[in-house]
């Protein structure tokens, strides 16, 4: 079996061969041999995809010597196996054949490879001892800062739900949970969800792009469409779909089983090729983004810095009090604020009070301007920012990331945009905590965030991925294998 997928990461390239494989049945059963192997083949994958991690966080943490090996046990399992992974790097890539290998020293080579080659292989009861699976697989490790938070227009760190007519737009825009998924009422994604949890398809729910689960896949009802490949790392299952036309459009590359529970076949509901049993790996994800304050970061990309930090006198901003009257509060932080629509060069405002903001507000913006908040904010009522002119601006939320006093959330509702047709914005909103998105949110660019209670009511992203965000402490480095074969013997 092959399986070929591409990779990049950071200026190393890793190659990992198979060698010769035997097979000893001995006396043992042709059933439990089968086991055996298929143990041994998906401990050597799991040591691979650790081997992966391993040097991609090495990578991330400028660690300036890479591992020569890794060594541990596949998870789970009724024959759990163990594995071994040799990591040899090189100096040079040619295509897919690597040339000038780096000599490693007590188990650790210099960060300074083109290319590297790992063995990754499992028998049972002890590793390469008695090899019953193995992996081969070239990798391009680029060790260049690739697009803010890996590239996904929208990375939520926790599991969340998508419901009530969430939509994304952009085909280059990939939504990444780093945890389970409901996927519900209506919600439609343009783009690719990769999930590192179960996914549970409901009411309209609809992939136009590739759906990547690192767990079990559920589909009920019979209105969830996905138009693009299904990679399940686990079971597929569909439930009382009475579809008249199947659901998965692009296929599916299942590691479990695909089944239906109305006793249809499961052609019923996928369409194209269906590989059960299958070697599937879940890619790395990029580590989420850790932006701290730092002004000297803003000032180096061409940014004014101002700040307020004067918390005796925040408050909150009512466009439209009650009662009618004046707008109320436009002294102290907001008149900071509100004066973007005179900047005529790029402006950071780093603030400690809560940014809260009621009641039909419109703020328009004349250059690139951030706002960076460990307090964070809080709109609702009828919110927009625009950009002064017709040229697209750039606006950033962001709530930092820091040891204390951070605990900042994004809670944006009822009636909140970020962008018109006419005066657009690229938005970034950010922060390590929890978001709240609810009852007509739209906006152009990138959502990033460490947690949701859920997504939901009219929410409109067009996504959009920022390049760069100073502040960021760490890289965001994605390993992207160029080729991988899976065997066993």
Not at 215 to 224: A, K
Not at 465 to 470: A, G, H, I, R, T
Request: net charge negative; aromatic share 8%; glycine share 12%.
């Amino acid at each position: 079996m092959a399986l070929v997928l591409a990779i990049s990461v950071a200026a190393v390239v890793l190659v990992v061969s198979t060698g010769t494989m035997t097979v000893v049945m001995g006396t043992a059963s042709t059933v439990s041999a089968h086991l055996a192997q298929v143990a041994a083949a998906e401990a050597a994958a799991s040591g691979l995809a650790q081997a992966e991690q391993t040097v991609q966080a090495a990578i991330a943490a400028g660690n300036p010597e890479l591992p020569c090996a890794v060594a541990g046990s596949a998870p789970g399992g009724s024959l759990p196996e163990a594995y071994e992974v040799a990591i040899t790097y090189y100096q040079q890539l040619q295509g897919t054949t690597p040339s000038g290998p780096l000599a490693c020293s007590n188990g650790e080579a210099p960060n300074q490879p083109i290319g590297a080659v790992a063995f990754s292989a499992s028998g049972q009861g002890g590793g390469a001892t008695g090899q019953l699976g193995a992996t081969e697989t070239i990798f391009s490790l680029d060790q260049v800062q690739e697009s803010f938070a890996g590239g996904y227009g929208v990375y939520v760190n926790a599991g969340t739900t998508f419901d009530n007519q969430f939509t994304t737009q952009s085909t280059f825009g990939t939504v990444f949970v780093n945890g389970p998924v409901q996927c519900d009422n209506a919600t439609d994604l343009e783009g690719n969800l990769v999930a590192n949890g179960t996914v549970a398809m409901t009411n309209a729910c609809t992939i136009q792009g590739t759906l990547t689960a690192n767990g079990n896949v559920s589909v009920s009802t019979s209105s969830p469409v996905l138009d693009g490949l299904a990679s399940v790392v686990g079971d597929l299952t569909f439930s009382n779909p009475g579809s008249p036309e199947p659901q998965f459009r692009g296929g599916a590359v299942v590691k479990g089983t695909a089944s239906t529970t109305d006793g249809q076949p499961i052609t019923t509901n996928v369409a194209g090729t269906l590989e059960q049993d299958a070697v599937v790996a879940f890619p790395s994800p990029p580590p989420f983004p850790q932006v701290t304050w730092d002004p000297a970061a803003w000032q180096a990309a061409g940014y004014q810095v101002v700040t307020y930090t004067d918390t005796s006198n925040c408050g909150s901003y009512y466009g439209l009090p009650s009662g009618g009257g004046a707008p109320s509060n436009t002294s102290g932080v907001y008149t900071d604020f509100f004066a973007a629509d005179q900047l005529t060069a790029p402006e950071v405002l780093y603030t400690t009070c809560p940014l809260d903001l009621y009641g039909q507000v419109t703020m328009q913006i004349g250059a690139p301007f951030a706002i960076v908040d460990p307090a964070g904010f809080d709109f609702s009522n009828q919110t927009t920012f625009e950009s002064l002119t017709s040229n697209p601006e750039r606006l950033e939320l962001i709530v930092p990331s820091c040891s204390s006093g951070c605990g900042g959330q994004l809670a944006f509702s009822n009636q909140t945009t970020f962008g018109t047709t006419s005066n657009p914005l690229q938005t970034l909103l950010y922060t390590p905590n929890e978001a709240s998105f609810s009852n007509e949110l739209s906006l152009s660019g990138q959502v990033v965030v460490g947690s949701t209670g859920a997504l939901q009511n009219q929410i409109l992203f067009n996504l959009e991925p920022f390049l760069d965000v100073p502040g960021t402490t760490n890289p965001v480095v994605q390993l992207s294998p160029v080729e991988r074969y899976v065997a066993s013997g």
